[in-house]
């Protein structure tokens, strides 16, 4: 069974920094995608990054493109979600996901399988 479990969230200021881990296990996750997504109170879950666990390109939303950047250690298992310049907009819960696919990025939550039980990220301004 696949679990995925979130860390590193937290409270920061405005311009700050956070590093996010997603320690995955259950599966051999080299034909998975693994995407990080967030949801604020009264929003829905967007998608933020993604990669694939074999490799290849990462994927973001616009909103965190050039601040933000997904990373993977195999040997890990582990998906990690740096952020950088944090902005209170950020604020939110932060949830890994994973979904057994070959093909290309999937963008919203409905298209993954297993979650992770989230992390919260906090940025005061």
């Known amino acids: 069974q696949v679990q995925l479990v979130e860390s590193g969230g937290g409270l920061v200021q405005a311009g700050g920094s956070l590093r996010l881990s997603c320690a995955a296990s259950?599966?051999?996750?080299?034909?998975?995608?693994m995407g990080w997504f967030r949801q604020a109170p009264g929003k829905e879950r967007d998608f933020v990054a993604g990669i694939r666990w074999s490799g290849g390109s990462a994927y973001y939303a616009d909103s965190v493109k050039g601040r933000f950047t997904i990373s993977r250690d195999n040997p890990k298992n582990t998906v990690y979600l740096q952020m950088n310049s944090l902005k209170p907009e950020d604020t939110a819960v932060y949830y890994c996901?994973?979904?057994?696919?070959?093909?290309?990025?999937?963008?919203?939550?409905?298209?993954?399988?297993?979650w992770g039980q989230g992390t919260q990220v906090s940025v005061s301004s």
């Open positions: 996901a994973a979904r057994y696919y070959r093909g290309s990025m999937k963008y919203t939550a409905e298209e993954y399988d297993y």
């Open positions: 259950g599966r051999t996750f080299s034909n998975y995608l």
